[in-house]
């Protein structure tokens, strides 16, 4: 081994896991100073981190379980991050319609508390009761950017028109939208960037503590190929799998556990014409969003049902289609059909077992374990949610601190991510300078490449003058000069990752188009290094 490679292989930190709270982890550290390793056995945000919602929200239902520290940081993150990143954030309105009949099986701490236990008030939210969560909402983060709660009736405002007509009222309150899969990638990205070594299709398959350092084996997914690499502190980020890493790779004791719950979405054809999305009620209790997804689509979603291994690979069962069909059927004037879905996809959420009665109730919340043991400490990430990926990262870098000496202090909250560095509000002026620029560009292409790479559009497509510079069309607007960026860049490999987690082109390719782009990518990746 080279002295360049053997130095390479000596690392501050190791992360194992490259979702959103590795990968944003890795960010951290680097900009600290550190050396930082990172691993991830798929594509990153190939899990969890690709499944979400994809909002960036507080919680307005975790106020009902008295999580107050939660949903303020939450709150307080929503307008940080939607400034480091205002090409894949935005700014969405939320549509909730209120239905003075409906009543609700499940009982949570508030209802009980507030005495909802009796007999005609079981279950009920009363909007007063409502008005007072949102007016939480609104201050408990210190909302500085984004509009407050209003009132909408729903009889002569644009969001009700596709809304049964039983729903007169609703109340209208912001939360932001973001690219969940493409957010994992910048933050890995930019930790590559400051230093950190970022490697995909690459499993742990030991770690080992032996004289006060780490000793991690990694296998090469691809080629089957196998290494070691040293550590002096081994970052346990690998979500469903957190216990699995624990029990049968690092080989630690630990009483923290995680409850998979499936979180299933279904993506329809467009179902209404305004940019607004709806926060649905159903009769258990449990709360629907129906979101603007990708111009032509609607994305309704989620579940929340016990998943019992973390190497069960999650799918939207028959019966979750049919739940998310017919709670959102019940607030539309068309009822949605089985025709209307086009796509599928489910994700499992690692939450903190915290004992709760249900999937549903259980926190949302990070805990962060260290196990020190033998001087050559373990920090395990349990829970978490995509809002306050950040800030996990800072509280998790609070811990490596106190064991691995030379990190600088915080820096990551007025750090654009790469592509972000333009205003809130500039997505409008960048599109129109990309069409300014590159005048093959149609105003729908242009709208997705600079909600995709904001300033480094100019990058993605150089010195292109007419459409031919950018090669092989290989479908919609999908060019090969961008999936060659996506390849050198974005850490792409395979078709899903272009298709389904660095885009979401894959409503829109056919097979053959698919398979085109398959068969370039393999004559791409034939000479390229190894991935590790």
């Known amino acids: 081994m080279s002295e360049k490679r053997s130095q390479r292989e000596i690392f501050d930190v190791f992360i194992i896991g490259g979702g959103i709270n590795g990968c944003g982890i890795a ?27 994809k909002l960036f929200h507080g919680g307005l239902r975790y106020l009902e379980y008295f999580e107050l520290r939660l949903v303020r940081e939450a709150l307080i993150e929503r307008e940080v991050l939607l400034q480091a990143m205002p090409h894949i954030s935005w700014p969405m309105r939320f549509v909730l319609p209120y239905h003075p009949d409906m009543r609700f099986d499940r009982q ?34 210190g909302r500085k950017i984004l509009p407050g709660t209003t009132s909408v009736d729903l009889r002569n405002d644009p969001a009700g028109v596709p809304i049964n007509d039983k729903f007169t009222k609703a109340y209208e309150y912001s939360d932001c939208w973001v690219e969940d899969a493409r957010l994992v990638v910048l933050n890995a990205r930019d930790a590559e960037a400051r230093g950190a070594h970022i490697m995909v299709r690459t499993k742990v398959t030991r770690a080992v503590r032996d004289a006060g350092v ?145 999937a549903t109730a259980a926190t949302r919340d990070y805990v962060l374990k260290v196990d020190s043991d033998g001087d050559a400490p ?49 997505v409008p002026a960048l599109i129109a300078k990309a069409q300014a620029d590159y005048p093959f560009l149609d105003a729908a292409w242009a709208k997705r490449l600079v909600r995709a790479y904001g300033t480094e559009l100019w990058q993605v497509l150089g010195d292109a003058v007419e459409l031919s510079d950018l090669g092989v069309l290989f479908g919609y607007n999908l060019t090969e000069r961008e999936v060659a960026w996506l390849m050198d860049k974005e850490f792409a490999r395979t078709t899903d990752d272009v298709l389904w987690r660095r885009s979401k082109l894959g409503l829109r390719l056919d097979a053959e188009q698919v398979a085109a782009l398959d068969k370039f990518m393999k004559g791409v990746r034939g000479g390229a290094p190894d991935a590790a």
């Open 108 to 141: 949570t701490p508030a209802s009980r508390l507030l005495g909802w236990t009796m007999p005609w008030t079981r279950g009920q939210r009363p909007s007063w009761m409502i008005r007072s969560g949102l007016f939480m909402y609104d201050h408990l983060g």
């Open 214 to 358: 780490w000793k991690i084996t990694l296998q090469n997914s691809e080629t089957g190929a196998s290494r070691q690499v040293q550590a002096s502190m081994l970052v346990n980020a690998a979500g469903p799998w957190v216990k699995d890493v624990l029990e049968e790779i690092a080989h630690a004791d630990t009483r923290e556990s995680v409850r998979l719950v499936r979180g299933s979405h279904i993506v329809t054809r467009k179902l209404f014409d305004h940019d607004k999305c709806y926060f649905f009620q159903g009769p258990d209790g449990r709360i629907v969003f129906a979101i603007p997804y990708e111009s032509d689509f609607t994305l309704i979603g989620t579940t929340d049902l016990e998943h019992d291994r973390a190497d069960t690979k999650p799918v939207c069962t028959e019966e979750e289609k049919a739940y998310l069909i017919q709670l959102a059927s019940d607030y539309f004037k068309r009822p949605i059909t089985e025709e209307d879905v086009v796509w599928t996809y489910s994700g499992v959420r690692p939450l903190y077992d915290d004992g709760a009665s249900s």
């Open 378 to 426: 373990l920090l395990s990430i349990f829970g978490g949610k995509i809002t306050t990926y950040r800030k996990l990262a800072e509280a998790a870098l609070e811990k490596i601190s106190a064991h691995v000496p030379g990190a600088t202090g915080k820096w990551t909250a007025g750090a654009p991510l790469p592509g972000g560095n333009f205003p809130v509000d500039g």
């Open 27 to 53: 960010r951290d550290a680097a900009g600290r100073g550190l050396k930082v390793g990172l691993a991830e056995m798929g594509d990153l945000a190939s899990a969890t981190s690709s499944a979400s919602t």
